[in-house]
């Protein structure tokens, strides 16, 4: 029973480690940037690093969240945004993405809406293409990344 208990703490432990070290769990929607920084170094780094990447943001000093303008995914051209909020130590990135498709049937047209960016689905399905693109972004912080 001892060696039992020992096996499953040792496992939750070496689990815990692995998914922050790199190993991205399926249900992700959020990229957190360690950054070791007070909130008002990383509002300044994450405006920084956006505008040097030439995204456009609007940033709002009061709660220290940074959003960006409406960007196109490098492959299959789909919609999305990204939010950074910043707290002292980290920047949580999180985002919202569309595929740009509408469908119409029988005159019943269904709108595209933005949703959640989360890592689910292959690496070439439209949530994985929308999730690589936004740990991309956060890894030109050159930081660790963990992710929740």
């Known amino acids: ?7 499953f703490i040792l496992s939750g432990i070496f689990g815990a480690a692995m998914a922050q070290n790199g190993k991205i769990e399926k249900g992700a929607t959020k990229v957190v940037i360690e950054t070791g ?20 943001i609007e940033s709002n000093n009061e709660n220290y969240t940074i959003k960006t303008d409406e ?3 490098k492959k ?3 919609i999305y945004y990204l939010t950074f ?23 019943v047209k269904s709108e595209d809406n933005f949703e959640t960016i989360v ?8 949530y994985g293409i929308t999730f690589t693109e936004m740990v991309t972004m956060a890894q030109k912080f050159g930081y660790e990344l963990r992710f929740e």
């Open 85 to 107: 909020f910043c707290k002292d130590n980290s920047i949580v990135v999180s985002g919202k993405s569309k595929s740009g498709i509408s469908i119409e049937l029988y005159g």
């Open 71 to 73: 960007l196109n995914t």
């Open 1 to 7: 029973m001892k060696k039992l208990l020992i096996v």
């Open 37 to 56: 920084k007070s909130k008002e170094e990383n509002f300044k780094l994450c405006k920084k690093i956006l505008t040097e990447s030439e995204i456009m």
């Open 119 to 126: 890592n689910r689905g292959s690496p070439g399905s439209f």
């Open 76 to 78: 299959k051209n789909y």
